[in-house]
């Protein structure tokens, strides 16, 4: 098919946000655990942040490394 230079540039941004977000995505599961579990018994807390761990981790790297 014949690409565009403005779907190149879309395509190009769209990939810039996609590694951002990947990068900032445990950072972000972290604040947004610290701010939602306020008061609550710290055991809520560390198995939201294991979730997150869970939800956030690059499996196709960690797979990949033990295969």
Known sequence: GVRSASSDALAEIMFQLGEFLAMAS???????????????????R???????????????????AWA
């Open 26 to 44: 445990p950072a972000l599961w972290f604040v947004a655990v610290f701010l939602l579990t306020r008061g609550r018994k710290p055991l809520v």
């Open 46 to 64: 560390l198995l939201w942040i294991l979730v997150g761990l869970v939800a956030v981790l690059p499996w196709p790297f960690v797979l990949g």
